[in-house]
């Protein structure tokens, strides 16, 4: 497969880019981007909070995927990140590009958290464990958790 590059920045999910993408997760049943379109429109998640990014990769003028990190809004004390919202079109799956997209979230976590966390659907479980992830066995809102070590 020839490599293909990506141009990874910061995104609004305001673009009629955004819209192809949001449109083709609800054709395959997933509504996550539909909920990012949603809190972004009623101003209840615009990323503005300490740490919080929305990420799209390009691959020229097309968004071939996207991934945040918000303030995990299921814990209180604000020091814990969540991965949310990892989507990317079919055509760019398999290259590789949703590892850099959830490593870019690392790596920014990394800098304002102490963990980071993920409710991830049993076909990615492998994909987050490969990325440095631990299971997380008997809470509701985690399956997955990274921990960076600060302030222990």
């Known amino acids: 497969m020839p490599e293909v590059a990506y141009l990874l920045k910061r995104l609004r999910p305001t673009t009629p880019a955004f819209d192809r993408l949001k449109d083709e997760s609800r054709l ?9 379109a949603d809190g972004w429109a009623s101003g209840r998640n615009i990323f503005h909070k300490r740490g919080e990014a929305l990420y799209g990769a390009w691959h020229g003028r097309e968004l071939a995927g996207v991934c945040d990190l918000n303030i995990d809004p299921y814990v209180e004390g604000g020091d814990q990140g969540r991965v949310r919202h990892l989507f990317v079109s079919a055509p760019h799956r398999r290259a590789g590009l949703g590892r850099m997209l959830v490593e870019t979230v690392i790596d920014r976590a990394r800098r304002y958290f102490i963990m980071l966390n993920t409710r991830a659907p049993p076909q990615a479980f492998v994909f987050y464990e490969r990325l440095g992830f631990q299971r997380v066995e008997g809470e509701e809102f985690v399956t997955h958790r990274m921990m960076f070590g600060k302030g222990s």
């Open 28 to 36: 395959e049943g997933y509504w996550m981007l539909v909920r990012l």
